[in-house]
């Protein structure tokens, strides 16, 4: 479980960060924790069916590649960060809901902590947000970063 000294801190802490700016600032936020409690993080990438190329297939190959695209600019940070702060880091990318697959991922790797970013999609006040769905299902400490 984890590295080292945990005090009463998460030992595995999960951050989902697709490249937006409040899940760049999640992941931030998830570095420093697990700096501070020297626990490890996994940082999570979850690639979406996007509507437009159901509406439109071919736009499928340009959706792939800006996705290839954010996730290689992820994973690079991650490779160039960790060790600057004294973090233990691993980056993954699964498809499919993210509500899901980050549930899914948390429970698997049995982490201790999930941090997401909040959602600045309007439509989210209405159906609900990815952290709201995530806090409901309340299997783990959730932290949701602005």
């Known amino acids: 479980m984890g590295v080292g000294y945990h005090g009463d801190g998460p030992a595995i802490i999960l951050v989902a960060i697709d490249g937006s700016e409040t899940s760049m600032r999640a992941g931030a936020y998830a570095a420093g924790l697990a700096r501070r409690q020297n626990a490890r993080i996994i940082c999570l990438f979850v690639r979406t069916a996007s509507a437009l190329t159901g509406f439109n297939p071919s736009l499928a190959g340009p959706v792939q590649q ?54 600045t999609q309007a439509g989210h006040r209405f159906i609900g947000s990815i952290a709201t769905h995530l806090v409901r299902i309340a299997r783990w400490p959730v932290t949701v970063v602005p």
Not at 72 to 80: A, G, N, V
Not at 88 to 105: D, H
Not at 109 to 115: H, P, T
């Open 66 to 119: 800006a996705a290839d695209s954010v996730a290689e600019e992820i994973r690079e940070l991650i490779r160039s960060n960790a060790g600057r702060i004294g973090i233990e880091a691993s980056f993954i990318e699964r498809s499919g809901s993210p509500v899901q697959v980050i549930a899914r991922v948390a429970d698997e790797l049995r982490v201790d902590a999930v941090v997401v970013g909040a959602s």
